[in-house]
């Protein structure tokens, strides 16, 4: 029975960590985005706001950090249930 108890936790972790890896992805989307559109392909240098784009780098940075973190976990979990 314990066995059965400690699969169904980590499965439940796996689900939240799924979910956390969805929200991250579609929040760096939103990043990505962001960054395309501050910096405009065809848009004149004096135009381009190099700060502001620098700011969202650096907040997709660190969500990619936290996103590979994430998956990783997942994979984790997934190898010890058998899963994947």
Avoid: C, N, W
Avoid at 48 to 58: F, P
């Amino acid at each position: 029975m314990g066995f059965d108890t400690e699969r169904l936790a980590v499965r439940g972790r796996l689900a939240e960590k799924e979910q956390e890896a969805k929200r991250l992805e579609m929040s760096i989307q939103g990043d990505i985005a962001a960054v395309r559109t501050i910096l405009a392909p065809f848009a004149p240098l004096v135009e381009i706001k190099a700060d502001q784009a620098a700011v969202q780098a650096v907040e997709l940075a660190a969500k990619h950090a936290d996103y590979l973190g994430v998956i990783g976990e997942i994979a984790a979990m997934k190898k010890a249930l058998g899963i994947a």
